[in-house]
């Protein structure tokens, strides 16, 4: 109830607030008309309104409270009018009345005689009485009291206490209150139905928010520069290694007074080796790291290899045993520079992925999306603006990685076993390290970490030429892996391809109404004619019109109304559908006319000139077999349009409907897995070349794991028949790695065929 500045009343709710100024003054009948009053105003009370003041009359009585009207008798009151029907109210207590008890409140003194309320009790405050004094008033007390009697007979009346619970009462509360296992099992909730639901904190798990994608490019960048000349340092230390194993393999003395001492050539080799092992000390501690996690790969190979070289080359040392030739630290370094080379490329991939999100304030985004018609295909989509879930797919685990933490576990236990078979198994248990470090050696492949780097980083280099970027393996699988690419009117013929040629008007309409309607209906359909019509307008001068209830037809055209009037749109063929007769001499091909309340008013003559740079996306889409799905709004872009001006075959390409290439065009919907792409330029161009490159890439990628883990295989098992055979000459450490570096070799000439254009 709002206050009255000018009105001493107060509500008892605003008392038991104490939201009043206790400077105002009130009334102990102000309080009770006012508690009286509201209550029977709310339907609360089931007692008429004579009944109630008869029983706060005897209530004031009973607590030493002088009523108005006790020495003159109050006027009978008058009956209160019988509510209307929607406002009746059912007497529950006219059933059974019960005597009324008497209510006392407080005893007060003998001596002190009740005091009654003049002016001066009105503007006092009672808060500023004691206990003890006898104008003290317990108004809570005297509330409850009157609440009890009043609805003792009705209805339970909630009890108002601004006192303390007692502390029965908070014993209560704590016998109430769930247990320790109550609280730790409450992860679970139940709801009506009595089905278990997860407490919506872990239901629904909020996803993990984009890291800023300048401080992430930063952050990849910096290491870039060392690693690059830690590579080329080791680059330079293998070569020497490989000349001193090729010298000694070939029986030739070795420089630095070394000759023909093999113990010494084993040292310098080890010596060498260490050095590279601390320049790609990084390599050693991410392999290590790998398998403390329980997820070793490429990196944990070549760990793996470079320690047991080592345990090798110190017991041919210590035992100064000349049978075996060298120790493999040759094929060791270089397992260790071809790992930071596969790093660095990583890294420089990113960082050419990355810079494409910022070379423009609002690029395409190419997002994967669900056909409407059909919810199992998957269709490619261009969209404004945005690059959520790009760099999570960019860094994502590819192919190789997974395809390695399947095999390193089993590559060592079988390199194990065959070491045991070739020595022991022969009865040669002294030959176990040397057959172990060797299978260890060919185990660690050099094309291992660059199986996808290698491919993906000639894709990141050509297409940041075309101002576009690959969101790395997740993004390159998106692509891949969609039933089709979404081809829309501004990729086919995009800005300044569409011209107007010339104008012809047929009687019957206004010459400038013919024109301002149509080129409003024409603006209005938000393809490549729109720009052309809308700068009609422009140059003539001419306001463009309002177009509502627009319709694509599938007859190849559209319509709207404009000032109340029915304007059509379209080809000659769509006018003749339509009931409008077209003069067989001016019905030609890239034509629009322009129908008013079905009366011909205009033709508008259009050149649409094909560009190169479309024609050649269009073959690549096409031979590498992607389903092209035309998506095209304008009426005259037909399949025999597309087939005649870019020379290209339509055969098996899907067009779309024009109502569904309008409700493509003003679908919001984004992808779950987020963007795979992204586009800094316009045009068919960059859109057909990540599609290509991404599907060149997947395939080059699995192709170069295969053939990857396929020579690590092939190199065990040479090694375990050679050595079977006590064969130490050929199972030589210069021969493993001209071995592996012939699988190299495969590697890097197959991922050239990224780089070649489409």
């Not at 005893?107 to 003049?118: F, L, M, R």
């Not at 290694?241 to 010298?247: D, G, Q």
């Not at 080359?313 to 060791?332: D, H, M, P, R, W």
């Not at 892996?481 to 019957?508: H, R």
Request: proline fraction near 5%.
């Amino acid at each position: 109830m709002p206050k009255d500045k000018n009105n001493d009343q107060f509500s008892i709710e605003d008392i038991l607030n104490e939201s009043y100024d206790s400077n105002e003054s009130f009334s102990l009948e102000s309080i009770l008309s006012e508690y009286k009053g509201s209550a029977f105003i709310q339907g609360e009370k089931k007692t008429p309104s004579h009944e109630l003041d008869d029983k706060v009359n005897e209530i004031l009585r009973s607590s030493g409270v002088p009523v108005a009207g006790d020495r003159k008798k109050a006027p009978e009151p008058k009956p209160q009018p019988k509510p209307a029907e929607a406002d009746k109210v059912i007497d529950f207590t006219s059933a059974a009345r019960r005597p009324e008890p008497e209510i006392k409140v407080f005893e007060p003194k003998a001596k002190s005689e009740p005091q009654p309320i003049n002016k001066s009790t009105e503007s006092s405050d009672y808060r500023h009485y004691s206990e003890n004094d006898d104008r003290y008033f317990d108004l809570k007390r005297f509330q409850k009291k009157v609440s009890e009697e009043l609805y003792k007979d009705d209805f339970d009346f909630p009890e108002i206490s601004a006192e303390k619970p007692n502390d029965s009462e908070y014993e209560e509360d704590d016998e109430e209150r769930p247990s320790l296992f109550s609280r730790l099992f409450s992860r679970f909730r139940r709801d009506d139905d009595g089905e278990e639901l997860e407490d919506e904190e872990e239901a629904e798990e909020p996803e993990e928010p984009e890291p800023d994608l300048t401080e992430e490019m930063r952050r990849l960048a910096a290491p870039v520069p060392m690693l690059t000349i830690r590579s080329y340092i080791a680059a330079a230390i293998v070569i020497v290694m490989a000349i001193f194993t090729f010298l000694f393999e070939a029986q030739s003395p070795l420089p630095f007074g070394i000759g023909f001492k093999q113990l010494s050539a084993v040292g310098v080799l080890m010596i060498l080796q260490l050095i590279v092992m601390a320049l790609g000390i990084d390599i050693l501690i991410s392999g290590f790291s790998d398998i403390i996690h329980a997820q070793p790969g490429t990196d944990s190979l070549v760990l793996f290899s470079c320690l047991f070289t080592l345990i090798d080359g110190i017991i041919i040392l210590a035992k100064k045993e000349v049978n075996y030739g060298l120790s493999f630290s040759l094929v060791s370094a270089a397992s260790v520079f071809f790992a930071m080379r596969g790093k660095r490329t990583h890294l420089i991939s990113y960082i050419f992925s990355l810079k494409m999100t910022k070379a423009s304030s609002n690029p395409f985004g190419v997002i994967s999306v669900e056909d409407d018609s059909d919810p199992v295909r998957s269709i490619l989509k261009k969209i404004h603006g945005g690059t959520d879930g790009f760099y999570r797919k960019l860094v994502a685990k590819d192919a190789n990685e997974s395809l390695y933490a399947l095999a390193v576990p089993t590559l060592v236990v079988v390199s194990f076993l065959f070491a045991l078979l070739a020595s022991v198994g022969q009865g040669r248990g002294e030959e176990f390290t040397h057959t172990f470090s060797t299978m260890a050696a060919v185990s660690a492949a050099f094309p291992a970490a660059s199986a996808f780097a290698l491919p993906f980083s000639y894709a990141a280099s050509i297409l940041r030429k075309s101002g576009s970027a690959l969101a790395g393996w997740g993004g390159v699988c998106e692509l891949y892996d969609s039933d089709g690419a979404l081809i829309t009117d501004d990729d086919v013929f995009p800005v300044g391809s569409i011209s107007l040629s010339g104008i012809k008007f047929f009687e019957g309409v206004n010459n400038q109404k013919a024109v301002v309607y149509g080129a409003s209906l024409l603006a209005a359909s938000e393809t490549g004619l729109s720009r052309v019509f809308s700068e009609l307008l422009r140059s003539q001068g001419l306001t463009r019109r309002n177009v509502s209830s627009f319709e694509p037809y599938e007859g190849g055209g559209i319509g709207g109304n404009i000032e109340g009037e029915r304007v059509l749109a379209g080809t000659g063929a769509f006018m003749n559908l339509m009931g409008i007769r077209v003069p067989e001499k001016v019905n030609t091909n890239n034509a629009i006319f322009i129908a008013v309340n079905g009366t011909l008013a205009a033709l508008f003559s259009v050149n649409y000139i094909p560009a190169n740079s479309v024609a050649t996306s269009l073959r690549s889409l096409l031979n590498t077999r992607v389903n092209v799905l035309f998506a095209v709004k304008d009426f005259n872009v037909t399949p025999a349009i597309i087939s005649q001006k870019f020379r290209v075959s339509m055969d098996g390409v899907e067009y779309l409907p024009s109502s569904v290439s309008y409700e493509l065009a003003k679908s919001e919907k984004g992808s779950k897995t987020g963007i795979s792409a992204i586009l800094c330029r316009e045009g068919l161009s960059p859109f057909a070349e990540v599609i290509t490159k991404a599907r060149l890439v997947k395939t080059v990628s699995e192709l170069n794991s295969l053939i990857s883990l396929g020579g690590t295989v092939i190199g065990i098992l040479l090694m375990y028949f050679l050595c079977a055979s006590e064969a130490y000459n050929s199972a030589s450490s210069g021969n493993a790695f001209i071995f592996m570096l012939a699988v190299e070799a495969c590697v890097f000439l197959l991922s050239q065929l990224v780089r070649k254009r489409s």
